[in-house]
Structures are given as structure tokens and as C-alpha cells.
């Protein structure tokens, strides 16, 4: 018996298959990671993380001051613009920002506002972001 016939070898087929397999398997997964980072720029909600730090800004003890308006537009990501509104149920109002357009992202919640000295009152705070 001679010693060539003792070496390993693949059939064609076998080797086509494992072929088709790898590609098959990149090929997925470019696409999934392609799905998942691509949605990242475009779909996402800015105006919910930007709103927790507004709100973190304006807030001492779990108040919001209202004079702090306008520092607190300082948490808008770089490249957006922002628009911070702050309504007392007593009908006051401050802002901050430009005016948003209709199709900015927006995140409302309510908040407890100081409206005078030792006089808290609910409210809401709306943050608006776009690019």
C-alpha cells in the first residue's frame, strides 16, 4: 500500500457545501449588525435621554427650578437644537430654546415646579430636540 493513498482529502461537494455555509453565515450577520447599527441615527427617540438630563439640571430634590431653564439646555446632544418648556398649574410658563419644529422629537412628564418661595406646584416639563 503506498503512502499516498493514506492522505485525507475532501470530496467536492463536501467542500462547496462548507463553502456556501461560511457565506452564508457572514452574509447574515452583516446584515443583522448593518440592522442594528443603522437604525441607531435614525429612528432613535433623542428627546427621552435629553429630557432625564434636562430634568437632572433643573432639579433639586426632586423639584424643578424653573430659573434654571436656560443652563439646562446645556444637556442637548452636540449637532441638535433644543426647546425646554416648563408649565405650572397655575398658568405660569418658562422656556427655553428655539421654536421647535412639528416634526422634533418630544418627551413630556410631570413634574413638581417651585413657583415661589416654599410653594411647590405640579407641572409639566416638555423637552423638544431635532437636528
Known sequence: MSLSSDRATTEPLAALV???????????????????????????????PTADAVEQRLSSAGVVRPEEVNSALDAVPANYHGNATITATTGERWSSGREPPNSADTETRTVSVRVGAGAVRRGTLTVRVWR
Open 18 to 48: 462548507a463553502v456556501f455555509a461560511v457565506t452564508l453565515g457572514v452574509s447574515l450577520y452583516a446584515g443583522v449588525v448593518d440592522e442594528a447599527f443603522g437604525t441607531l441615527d435614525n429612528d432613535r427617540n433623542i428627546a427621552t
